[in-house]
């Protein structure tokens, strides 16, 4: 079926549909990844966006079992590909990209250029726009949606199980799920550490959790949208409880410790960002997913990484106590593994 993708300046675009046939509005966005469209589909911080994957052939090695998402469904509103593959090859494959999207109720396009359309974004930022096929819709903009709430598990939760074994758990951690990709969690079980995976809105002092220490996950949207994340972490911080907020996380921890955020032009999405140790030589290649980060740094804060592009904040650390955050994703799933130290940094503190 043809379809076409409405930008909120008047472009327009025609393609082909590989997805659900639908109508939907969100936010368009671009990411510069080659390869990992399973996780970066059922990645929580793009709940309400439509996303454009510059790499050119999507869909040549299928979909995995749910044991390789990041979360249980596709989060993504809409995707734009420039040639989609239906014949995929590998040995995980167990279904195509297009029957999954279907199955799941998401609408895509193939579209030639992909190439412009990401020019354009670039040039003029990250703009509201609509997948068209067959009825008309209106345009929405998600980010004037609280879209934590939407994403964020509704109860508390122990990860506990024969897989995951962390009942004899020495340390325990609170997972403040914003959005939080699973392969966080995974990286704190692998380190033998207990989790207890919360809701956005739950303060883990107020309910009586016993932890020693607070994660505060990725997520999508305005990170001043999630007010009940910032006041439970400014409760937390004033308890000196060691605090490690990743992605979202790293501009929450910013505003509830008096800092301040902004959003960016059209963001950092890939598995490809350079993020530069502050007051060293040292780069690392990331994961990210963002459109926002911190501007203002917080009293008693210094940056802890910087992004070498275009030199915005990639991480925050307190200069005497255990509280830290990093924009970008140390779990790296899809992605390098660079920055998988940073979990080891945050156990040291428990």
Known sequence: MQGKLVLKDGTQISGLSFGKEKSIAGEVVFSTGMVGYPESLTDPSYAGQIL???????????VPSKEHWESGKIQVAGLIVSSYIDTPSHYQSEKSLGQWLKDEGIPALE?????????????????????????????????????????STKEIYEINNSDKSTG??????????????????????????KVIVAPWNCNPLEAGLKFDGLMISNGPGDPKMAKATITTVKEVLAKKIPTFG???????????????????KFGHRGQNQPAV??????????????????????????????????????????????????????????????????????????
């Open 168 to 193: 004899n758990g020495q340390k325990t951690v609170v997972l403040l799920d914003c959005g939080a990709k699973e392969n966080i969690a995974n990286e704190l079980v692998k380190r033998g550490v």
């Open 111 to 151: 579209i030639k250029d992909t190439r412009g359309l990401t020019q354009k974004l670039r040039a003029k930022g990250v703009l509201l726009g609509k997948i068209e096929l067959g009825s008309k819709t209106g345009f929405i903009d998600p980010n004037r949606e609280n879209l934590v709430a939407r994403v």
């Open 246 to 264: 990743i992605c979202l996380g790293n501009q929450i921890l910013a505003l509830a410790a008096g800092g301040d955020t902004y959003k960016l």
């Open 52 to 62: 454009v994957m510059t790499y050119p052939l999507i869909g040549n090695y299928g």
């Open 277 to 350: 140790l502050a007051n060293t030589d040292k780069c690392y290649l990331t994961t990210q997913n963002h459109g926002f980060a911190v501007g203002k740094i917080p009293r008693g804060f210094k940056e802890w990484f910087y992004n070498a592009n275009d030199q915005t904040n990639e991480g925050i650390r307190h200069e005497k106590l255990p509280f830290m955050s990093v924009q970008f994703h140390p779990e790296s799933r899809p992605g390098p593994l660079d920055t998988g130290w940073l979990f080891d940094e945050f156990i040291k503190k428990l």
